[in-house]
């Protein structure tokens, strides 16, 4: 089954410890994005990738680091989290090769993880 | 800054209504996508707009882009409590680059 698989779906922890939401798709997808979604503001996005070792910033960076060292993986690293950061956290996947315009493809949403620190 | 306009953020309305979300932006979109997202999971794609004054239908749910490409409209007919959710429409802005609106929290009552 096509999917986006983001672990753990549910984390408290505290202000400081680090931690990594990790992000796996198996559709072979070019490119991979993290978002953050809270009430009012929408979906806005933290990080994207294009390629394998290819990473951009996107609205809201600040606090995060990525990397994409394999094409399926997509990992969300929060060095020293801080309580600002409680949200809901998602992963997504699109760009099948060979399937026209990736701006128009689809983006496949994993299920969330919801972050809380405290 | 919020580039996309959604009106109204939140609807309750009776099963067998028709209702319209709107999404807005003072700049030109050079495609729209608009997504229903359902509690406990991601957003999931309904469509895709790409030619100013393009019309698309998905039973009923009937999606239109601007002539001008900067505004794009929802409607949906005889609506179930199945199209409860949140409705999301989001500009991609190259190289998957995207901006979401703040959505439309939709309730159908029965």
């Known amino acids: 089954e096509a999917q986006v698989t983001q672990n753990p779906r549910y984390l408290i922890t505290v202000t400081g410890k680090k931690l990594t939401v990790t992000c796996s798709q198996n559709m072979n997808h070019e490119y991979m994005s993290w978002y953050r979604q809270d009430p009012g503001l929408g979906l806005r996005q933290i990080y994207y990738?294009?390629?394998?070792?290819?990473?951009d910033k996107g609205d809201v960076p600040e606090g995060y680091k990525v990397s994409r060292k394999e094409k399926r993986n997509f990992p969300l690293i929060l060095e020293s989290p801080s309580p600002n950061q409680t949200s809901l956290y998602f992963c997504a996947s699109s760009g099948e090769p060979g399937q026209g315009d990736y701006s128009n493809q689809p983006q496949h949403f994993g299920d969330g993880t919801r972050l809380s620190i405290l | 800054t919020q580039l996309l306009e959604q009106s109204p953020q939140f609807l309750s309305i009776q099963e067998g209504e028709n209702l319209t979300v709107y999404c807005n932006s003072s700049s030109v979109f050079s495609s729209l996508q608009w997504y229903r997202q359902e509690p406990g999971e991601g957003p999931v794609l309904l469509v895709t707009?790409?030619?100013?004054?393009e019309v698309k239908k998905l039973k009923r749910l009937t999606f239109q882009f601007g002539d001008a490409r900067k505004d794009s409209s929802l409607h949906i007919t005889a609506a179930q409590p199945g199209d409860t959710g949140l409705y999301l429409c989001?500009?991609?802005?190259?190289?998957?680059?995207?901006?979401f609106g703040q959505g439309t929290r939709l309730t159908i009552n029965p």
């Open positions: 990738s294009m390629n394998v070792e290819v990473t």
């Open positions: 989001v500009r991609v802005q190259g190289a998957q680059k995207l901006v």
């Open positions: 707009v790409v030619t100013g004054g």
